[in-house]
């Protein structure tokens, strides 16, 4: 995710959305900090109690090479996630095409309410960070040029296209 300073508008690079084991959890996101660079800051939501805390040093270990940091979840997912949904309803949010999208917008449809929450809740957790200006002007993710970047503004179950201005209206609250 990134900021552009000129216009304020929000960019949703890319997400990595999968269900795995233990194991293969850990490789897709040492494979991920490996693809996006050191100098992108990796931040994950930790659960609360004490599991919470043994899977945030687990990953702080394993991702030592990277500025890697823990965030504690405060408050009910609507009420974390509302700034970011604020933006993407005010057609501030664009995205880079790509195979993601799809799920992405499934999820968004179904918030709060869906059996998933993960991607909105990270994409919140991104946009908070990032617009609280803790870091300065970081991305999360990778670099991306102009060229494949459209407005975020999907109807229910529809996949975002070039052009289209559409409201999102799952998003009132």
Not at 18 to 46: N, W, Y
């Amino acid at each position: 995710m990134s900021l552009s300073k000129e216009s304020g508008r929000v960019i949703l690079e890319d997400i990595v959305r999968f269900q795995k084991g233990p194991s293969k959890t850990e490789l897709m996101v040492q494979t991920c900090a490996d693809g996006d660079g050191h100098g992108v800051p990796i931040r994950m939501e930790q659960e609360p109690g004490s599991s919470g805390k043994i899977v945030i040093e687990h990953y702080m270990r394993l991702l030592s090479a990277y500025k890697f940091q823990g965030e504690k979840a405060t408050g009910p997912p609507e009420v974390r996630a509302s700034p970011f949904l604020a933006k993407v309803e005010a057609g501030q949010v664009d995205i880079v095409k790509g195979q993601w999208n799809e799920a992405f917008t499934e999820e968004l449809d179904g918030f709060p309410d869906a059996d998933h929450d993960d991607q909105i809740i990270s994409g919140a957790l991104a946009y908070n960070k990032l617009v609280k200006g803790l870091y300065g002007g970081f991305t999360w993710g990778r670099s991306v040029g102009p060229s494949n970047v459209v407005p975020f503004k999907p109807a229910a179950s529809q996949t975002p296209q070039v052009g289209e201005k559409q409201r999102h209206n799952r998003l009132i609250w």
